[in-house]
């Protein structure tokens, strides 16, 4: 079946420093790759998408690009800030979907990120 | 404000006393659905509905049961809680399948 592997955590950063969170998956064909964000005590927020091979997605300052080739769907923030600090989940929705909109997770990255 | 809402947010209880977490969505979604997120598992799907009174199955729907009767409504069921169901449950919704899926806040439940 479909699986998702993060890196597992905690990140511990300086402000402004570079942050890479890997992610790989296991699916079959071309699924939608997400990232979401848990700050602490909130629900699941939308970070990226990216739903073909070779797309980027962005926001916030963070990006990550869908390799097919790696199946790999890598998190990148080149100066993070304090605010930035949360809980990371890598996602994906299988091609086609059928009539359930599931989304397969890793079990989440906490990222700290320190003054 | 358009927004996924849950109650409780927070919940203990004993085993066996019957319990039900509401969620509630104002973006008139067509798709809900129903996670427990546990430590070092990630997010699992328990059940998710594609309109009003269509509900099926997801990865761990064991001792669970939802209802779709309204639209903006969709409450989990926990008919005899037993501990292994302790957990931090999310409801979300989406407009219709294949759209961006809105989070609720959370419930976290404690069953002794």
């Known amino acids: 079946g479909d699986s998702v592997t993060q890196m597992e955590g905690p990140v511990t950063l300086s402000e402004e420093a570079c942050l890479t969170i890997?992610?790989?998956?296991?699916?079959?064909?071309?699924?939608?790759l997400f990232w979401y964000v848990q700050y602490p005590g909130e629900g699941l927020q939308l970070l990226l998408k990216?739903?073909?091979?070779?797309d980027k997605g962005s926001n916030k300052g963070f990006e990550a690009t869908y390799r097919k080739e790696t199946t790999s769907f890598h998190l990148e923030k080149g100066s993070v800030q304090v605010s930035d600090s949360a809980v990371y989940f890598c996602?994906?929705?299988?091609?086609?979907?059928?009539?359930?909109?599931?989304?397969?997770f890793g079990k989440g990255t906490l990222l700290t990120v320190n003054p | 404000e358009a927004q996924v809402t849950q109650n409780p947010r927070y919940l203990i209880t004993v085993t066996g006393k019957k319990l039900t977490v509401t969620c509630s969505q104002n973006?008139?979604?067509?798709?809900m659905s129903w996670y427990r997120q546990d430590p070092g598992l990630g997010l699992r799907q328990i059940y998710y509905?594609?309109?009003?009174?269509?509900?099926d199955k997801g990865d761990v729907p064991e001792g669970y049961k939802v209802s779709r009767k309204e639209k903006r409504n969709f409450p989990l069921i926990l008919e005899s809680p037993s501990p292994n169901q302790t957990s931090l449950y999310f409801c979300?919704?989406?407009?219709?399948?294949?759209?961006?899926?809105?989070f609720g806040p959370g419930t976290r439940l404690t069953v002794t």
């Open positions: 990216a739903t073909k091979a070779d």
């Open positions: 973006m008139n979604h067509e798709y």
């Open positions: 996602a994906l929705r299988p091609m086609g979907g059928g009539s359930n909109y599931k989304l397969t």
């Open positions: 890997n992610c790989t998956y296991t699916a079959t064909g071309y699924p939608s």
């Open positions: 509905s594609m309109n009003v009174e269509v509900t």
């Open positions: 979300a919704s989406s407009l219709r399948t294949g759209y961006e899926q809105y």
